[in-house]
């Protein structure tokens, strides 16, 4: 079994950052991609940003050039950097890890 638990959630301003982190317990396979999804109100879940085992990175075109997603395989880690947030960047955002998911932090962005 692996357990994920995100943090780093907030309140913040339009333009402003957040840094979100995910540290997984557990049996982790290295080899296997980790990923950020997010969730808003109403709407399905979507993928934000993935990353390889060996660092390879995948956005939505929507975050790409403000969000930077990073992984420590050593320590069972990985981070979402969010810069010039948006209004729109609003919801909840959830930790993936194969099958598994993380509970959820909530992101709101105040316009």
């Known amino acids: 079994q692996v357990r994920l638990v995100e943090s780093g959630g907030g309140l913040v301003q339009a333009g402003g950052s957040l840094r979100l982190s995910c540290a997984a317990f557990?049996?982790?396979?290295?080899?296997?991609?980790m990923g950020w999804y997010r969730q808003a109100p109403g709407k399905q879940r979507e993928l934000v940003a993935q990353?390889?085992?060996?660092?390879?990175?995948n956005y939505a075109d929507s975050v790409k050039g403000r969000f930077t997603i990073s992984r420590d395989n050593a320590k069972n880690t990985m981070v979402l950097q969010m810069n010039s947030l948006k209004p729109e960047d609003t919801g909840v955002y959830y930790c993936?890890?194969?099958?598994?998911w993380g509970q959820g932090t909530q992101v709101t962005v105040s316009s």
């Open positions: 990353i390889s085992s060996g660092g390879s990175t």
């Open positions: 557990g049996s982790i396979f290295h080899g296997v991609a």
């Open positions: 993936n890890f194969f099958t598994f």
